[in-house]
Nanobody, 125 residues
Framework: QVQLVESGGGVVQAGGSLRLSCAGS????????MGWFRQAPGKEREFVAA????????YYSNSVKDRFTISRDNAKNTVYLQMNSLKSEDTAVYYC??????????????????WGQGTQVTVSS
């Protein structure tokens, strides 16, 4: 059972940056695909980014590509989401997720078995 804890959310002005972190409890953290999803009020949860190996590029939704960067530090059991040039439409609860290792990574929530509690990101315009 993998436990995930997100941190780093908050309120930021449009155009600003935030970095989310997700710490995992499992020593086999490196054997999981890691993903970030988000859910805005009244909307379904949507894929944001995923990463398989720390030395390979991540995968992104079109809405965040070129603005967000996913990375992982397996020694620290942590995955990060660097968010730049934030827009009001990025406002949502952001969730970290872990799923079975596969390449390319699954970009739907069904491919992930473990989820964090979420962290709120609010972008003010």
């Amino acid at each position: 059972q993998v436990q995930l804890v997100e941190s780093g959310g908050g309120v930021v002005q449009a155009g600003g940056s935030l970095r989310l972190s997700c710490a995992g409890s499992e020593r086999t953290f490196s054997t999981y695909n890691m993903g970030w999803f988000r859910q805005a009020p009244g909307k379904e949860r949507e894929f944001v980014a995923a990463i398989v190996w720390s030395d390979r590029p991540g995968y992104y939704s079109n809405s965040v590509k070129d603005r967000f960067t996913i990375s992982r530090d397996n020694a620290k059991n942590t995955v990060y989401l660097q968010m730049n040039s934030l827009k009001s439409e990025d406002t949502a609860v952001y969730y970290c997720a872990a799923g079975r290792l596969r390449f390319p990574p699954v970009v739907t929530s069904q491919g992930y078995d473990y989820w964090g509690q979420g962290t709120q990101v609010t972008v003010s315009s």
